[in-house]
């Protein structure tokens, strides 16, 4: 697992999916501190880590990054992760289109073209 602050290309990202899932990369963001982790089996797992370094698990949310697609289509919004019902989140998808902004602005920040 890697935590990503600063950056990871797409040509990076693309790597990673072949080696584990072929066209994507499983990722947990954390919106309020504007990272993401890559690179795991699961998505509970990246969940788990980012909680061992401070995170809140409110803040976490789980994403498929598919580094082939372009625009808006590269981000899938499915993980168990999601499953928040004390927020509101009752499906494996991300409910609310502001945390869905978010997470967009902030993979789009860190994924370098």
Partial sequence: MEIIKDGITIEELKNLAQSKFGNFVKAVVDV????????????ADEEAYLLEKGSQSK?????????????EEW????????????QGNRTRGIDDPEIREKIIKIVSGLVKQ
């Fill in 75 to 86: 981000i899938e919004y499915d993980s168990m992760v999601n499953l928040k019902p004390a």
């Fill in 32 to 43: 309020e501190k504007g990272m993401m982790v890559v690179d795991a089996e699961l998505h």
């Fill in 59 to 71: 803040a976490l949310w789980g994403i498929n990054i598919y580094p082939g697609l372009k625009n």
